[in-house]
């Protein structure tokens, strides 16, 4: 009796120190003193016998203030960013680039330094977006930044020390099972709420840090692979005692007529089925087809986890039986969030949104879509897109190019005079992009518009617009790299900052866009926006377009038509461009790239390379899957 109260009141005192809710802390130490029994192995496939709930608990709670203070740190970062770009930006407004010396060089001498070597630095020499591919048909992805392998390793270092802090000094090895068996599937639902928080299109996490989706797809893809790992651990814990007690054949009974173990078998095999078709070769080659399957796989497993947390023989289910509920929560509150999106873009009183489908040279598609509202969209934002008969069910992300409000049976509403009244509801949105012809979707679209005689029109949906969080307002200086239809997410900067410019609201002084082509006739794409932008006042006095054309079919096409757009044949030396930009430097510079990946590994290590004394910013806008 006295052992049996000092191991109730060590329990206790274990419980009262960990910050969770106490009837899952007691439960857990309920089950565990039930494991005291005569037998060495059957209680430890069964139930929480021989579960240290107390330390999973601890472990969880770690993990996830881990990651709520990394969140808290990084959000108190980008505030002050926020702060010094406003700064710098009301203190410019009124200053010619040539008087913005103050801005242009760095305030902290290490910052260029962390700059080159953390903050944007490869994970090793060169390369990080350009693909690493064993053949043209098969990828194997691209690597992480520096920083982004440091947050990983720190991730998924801190997962391996939690999953074997265990009692190694336990001589039944039943009852260490049991206990790495807890610890895995504790582990595995704890990193399931990030990884789901990560995967979404409307993650509020996206806005608030101002941390690109490509970056949170990034870290869904690792978190999901740790999961996977968990679980397959949990399972092979159970396995192990679970046969040495009943065999193989009562293993496979159990699977098949207990709901508990059952769903937990169909969870694991539905993550690892999950791990597998998510390797980078199967997910360059059948993109498609794996988000589709992916889709499917992952409520599978949701399902699987619910229900083996629910019909455990635990009264009100295993402790961890929440924390599916609210993943699964969160995940049907982004399908639903993105269904209220497309329903609101794409429908009003004036009808549903139509698209108008042009095949244009280097198979290109340029659509325009008309949505019946009015809809504020910010330069640098893309947006998913859907057409009726062309693999509706799927929807891919591509860079808005250009933006036009219409009032209905007028002209577009920058020709109208500035002072009049707008009454956005009688406006509509026209947004136009550029979408390359690669396979699936994007090669029956431009199929079907190469076939029409003349432009294709049919009805689309419009998801978005997500992104748009990196404002390049309070840079006097501004360099723009563009590869092929990368030029969509450079044009709605130029517009931008050329407006602002005229009205006093940004502090650029000087673009410069730099546009890689392979043809010549590829400048089709956007003749009738870079028309406009070259008849937008003032446009002389800030804007360098330099265009290179890297197989110029006729030479004698390749000319200049003034001192502020030039043409060259061939590839451009991006250091040597990027040194002249920074010699004549208008206060603080921002270096933005949209194209290939080995575009913007040469453009980011351009960028390295001038990091002295000079302020100069790095943006990368990419879509790696």
Known sequence: MPTTHLLRRAIADTISHIPTSTHLEIRGASAAEDAKTTSTIAPYHTSLNGVNQPMNLLFKNILWWCLGITAMIILLIRISEIVWAQLRQVSTLSVSGNKQGYWRVAQWSWMPSLKKHIIYAPLWNKRHNREMRISSAISIG???????????????????????????????????????????????????????????????????????????????????????????????????????????????????????????????????????????????????????????????????????????????????????????????????????????????????????????????????????????????????????????????????????????????????????IVDKSTMSTSVSFLIGAQTGMTRKLFERASSSRRSLRVKAAMEGPYAGHHSLDSYGHVVLFAGSTGITHQISYIRHLLDGHNEGTVSTHRITLVWIIREYESLEWVRPYMDTILRIPNRKDIVRIQIFVTRPQNPRDISSASTTVRMYPGRPNIPLLLQKEVQEQMGAMCVTVCGPGALADDVRGAVRDVQDTNVVDFVEESFTW
């Open 142 to 420: 691209t690597l992480p930044s520096r920083l982004h392998f440091i947050l990983l390793f720190l991730y998924l270092g801190s997962n391996f020390v939690y999953m074997f802090v265990l009692n190694w000094q336990q001589k039944n090895r039943y009852e260490f099972c049991a206990e790495l068996r807890g610890r895995s599937g504790t582990l595995s639902l704890v990193n399931m709420v990030p990884l789901i928080i990560f995967a979404g299109r409307n993650n509020p996490l996206i806005s608030l840090l101002k941390i690109s989706f490509d970056t949170y797809n990034l870290l869904h893809r690792w978190m999901g692979r740790i999961v996977v790992l968990e679980a397959l651990i949990h399972t092979i814990a159970w396995a192990i005692v679970c046969v040495a007690d009943i065999g193989w054949k009562g293993v496979g009974d159990q699977i098949v007529n207990q709901l508990f173990i059952g769903s937990g078998f169909v969870g694991t095999v539905a993550m690892i089925l999950l791990l597998l078709l998510s390797l980078s070769p199967l997910r360059h080659a059948f993109y498609e087809t794996f988000l589709n399957i992916h889709i499917v796989l992952a409520f599978v497993s949701f399902v699987a986890t619910w229900a083996h947390c629910a019909s455990s023989e635990i009264p009100g289910g295993l402790p961890q039986l929440p924390w599916i509920m609210a993943i699964m929560a969160l995940w049907f509150a982004d399908r639903f969030a993105r269904m209220l999106r497309l329903v609101y873009l794409n429908w009003s009183s004036k009808g549903f949104t139509d698209a108008v489908c042009e095949p244009l040279p280097g198979e290109v598609t340029r659509v325009t879509l008309t949505l019946p509202r009015y809809v504020d969209i910010k330069p640098g934002t893309h947006a998913y897109l859907r057409f009726k008969g062309i693999n509706a069910w799927e929807s891919h992300p591509f860079s808005i190019c250009w933006v036009q409000h219409l009032r209905d049976n007028t002209l577009p509403s920058f020709e109208k005079e500035q002072d009049e």
